[in-house]
């Protein structure tokens, strides 16, 4: 069961509870105890990344200058 802690205490103890998400315990941060967001622990897996995921090559057309209405259209 996950445990319900109001902002007001989680502002006092926060520390407490990142060692509880840490440890593997799903807690839920409320408000006058409506849920507003979940506090659990990282997926150790989900910071790795490897380099050269995606296969493709970029041709030099990527390079060039954008034309006016294009770069227009990205300051916009």
Do not use: C
């Not at 799903?26 to 979940?38: Q, T």
């Not at 997926?43 to 954008?66: H, N, Q, T």
């Amino acid at each position: 069961m996950d445990a319900v802690v109001n902002v007001h205490v989680a502002k006092t103890q926060l520390s407490r509870l990142l060692e509880r998400a840490h440890a593997g315990e799903e807690i839920v941060l409320a408000k006058s105890g409506k849920p507003y967001a979940r506090l659990v622990p990282l997926d150790p897996a989900a910071g790795k990344r490897a380099p050269g995921g995606l296969a493709g090559v970029v041709g030099d057309e990527f390079f060039d200058e954008l034309a006016e209405n294009e770069l227009a259209a990205w300051e916009a």
